[in-house]
């Protein structure tokens, strides 16, 4: 097994889920944008963006797809629930939602306040901004009852939620998290497994963020 990855960027996802499973993998770390810095690398995926995850033959872009495909090829059900599991809907339900509904906004935030900056662009990204936050609620709700999202334990649902928090709180977002979704993002990264990948390569730096 092989992944590209970009210290901060999606790519933490199946890392850090390497790192959980103490599956052997071989790690290739490029700078952020990776098409814009290496070139070479739109040879190897041509959308130019990480993760990228090989297996034999298996190719592999979507984060969140990564750690359930890690899950479910290699039977590692200590960090994923079963088909037949009462909680399986739930699981899918924050594996998928944490991407489409959690990281989406973030990214337009972040393109139109550190990648790509403009005044008049400015009021787009402070909209994907709120955007994100209002779509926090459900999961502030959630954690209001439970420490993990579902059967009680850790999986990579909260893999793949939990590094949405963290990119929220690089991007500054976090100082509207409520307390208790904080303090479950802190429970997250306290997780040796969480700082081993987390501390691959130069940390993630965007123009004008301090």
Not at 25 to 46: A, D, K, T
Not at 63 to 74: F, H, K, M
Not at 82 to 103: F, I, K, M
Request: glycine residues 6%.
């Amino acid at each position: 097994m092989k992944l590209w990855h970009c210290s901060g960027a999606r790519s933490l996802r199946p890392l850090w889920a390497l790192e959980e499973m103490g599956l052997d993998y071989e790690l290739e770390i490029l700078p952020f944008p990776p098409r814009m810095f290496n070139r070479e690398y739109l040879g190897v995926n041509s959308l130019g963006t990480v993760p990228f995850f090989v297996d034999g033959d298996t190719e592999m872009t979507e984060s969140a797809g990564i750690c359930q495909y890690l899950v479910d090829r290699y039977r590692q059900y200590d960090f994923g629930l079963q088909p037949d599991h009462p909680e399986y809907g739930a699981y899918l339900n924050w594996l998928h939602h944490s991407d489409a509904t959690l990281t989406f906004p973030q990214t337009i935030a972040m393109r139109y306040y550190y990648l790509d900056p403009a005044p008049e662009k400015k009021g787009v990204a402070d909209d994907y901004a709120k955007w994100f936050i209002a779509r926090l609620r459900r999961l502030d709700a959630h954690l209001e009852n439970h420490d993990y999202l579902v059967d009680k334990r850790f999986t990579i649902a909260d893999i793949a939620v939990g590094y949405a928090l963290y990119l929220g709180r690089f991007l500054k977002f976090d100082q509207n998290y409520q307390p208790r979704t904080l303090a479950y993002l802190e429970r997250l990264c306290e997780r040796p497994a969480f700082q081993r990948a987390d501390g691959y390569g130069e940390p993630l730096k965007l123009p004008g963020l301090k």
